[in-house]
């Protein structure tokens, strides 16, 4: 089995977040930190020509209080296929008032793919996270996707999707939470103007016990990702 590990710790410093631990070793990749305003961001990587049988990537994150951390991924992966379950799983500690953005590239599956990915994760108080994701996946693939974001052990978010449903429909997600009351509000009125002027692209929002979340649905995975880029820019600036 191909493995990859990757472990990312971050935290405030002044008037900008530090990443001051990024180790990564087998199958993993990640560039150096890049500012962003205030933020950090990295980009993550894979090495080969994508995600084959029993390929696993192992991500564990921490973001010390008031930390702003972007995470995206330099291209697409493509799932391939084979006689194992490939699949990644990523463990996120979020600080008190910090701010994670995990914002996906498309996965674009292959007929005989079969890929589970895992995220969890943990919120302290006055903590968010941003989670966006996209999947094209053939019916006869089996591409399954999970997200779990806790507070002092409650859970917050569940969210789980098996892509190949939504076939030959691409599939998109946009969930934010760890918001109070007035801002789960304006979240959510930012998501439906936007999701009004957002054309070619099914869209459905709803609003969390303490977030604001959105799926999509259209005929390929640029046409969504660009209908989900527009609303999370929508989402942070209702925020």
């Known amino acids: 089995m191909n493995a990859g590990t990757l472990d990312i710790a971050a935290r405030h410093d002044g008037t900008r977040t530090v990443v ?12 150096r930190p890049f500012a962003r305003g205030g933020a950090a961001l990295v980009v993550l990587a894979q090495l080969g020509p994508g995600v084959i049988a029993g390929d696993a990537v192992a ?5 010390a209080p008031v930390a702003h951390l972007i995470v995206t991924q330099q291209t697409a992966t493509r799932l391939l296929g084979g006689v194992r379950t490939a699949g990644a799983r990523s463990q996120w500690t979020i600080g008190e008032n910090a701010m994670l953005e ?3 590239e498309p996965l674009i599956a292959a007929a005989d793919a079969d890929y589970e990915a895992t995220t969890t994760v943990d919120l302290a ?4 996270v941003l989670v966006a994701e996209i999947a094209h996946v053939p019916a006869t693939a ?4 999970r997200t779990v974001v806790t507070r002092h052990g409650r859970e917050l978010l569940y969210d ?11 599939v998109g997600t946009l969930a ?3 918001l109070t009351e007035e801002e789960r509000m304006h979240c959510l009125a930012a998501l439906d103007r936007a999701a009004d002027v957002t ?11 303490h977030g604001v979340f959105a799926r999509l649905t259209g005929d390929g995975a640029w046409l969504v990702g660009a209908a989900l880029d527009a609303l999370r820019v929508a989402l942070l600036a209702g925020s």
């Open 125 to 128: 108080d006055g903590a968010r």
């Open 176 to 178: 934010y939470v760890g």
């Open 142 to 145: 089996s591409v399954r996707l």
């Open 160 to 170: 789980a999707v098996d892509a190949q449903t939504a076939a030959p429909a691409a």
């Open 20 to 31: 001051d631990r990024l180790r990564y070793d087998g199958l993993a990749r990640c560039s």
């Open 102 to 104: 995990l914002i996906g």
């Open 199 to 209: 054309a070619g692209v099914r869209i459905g929002t709803g609003a969390l016990a």
């Open 59 to 63: 991500t564990t994150g921490r973001l």
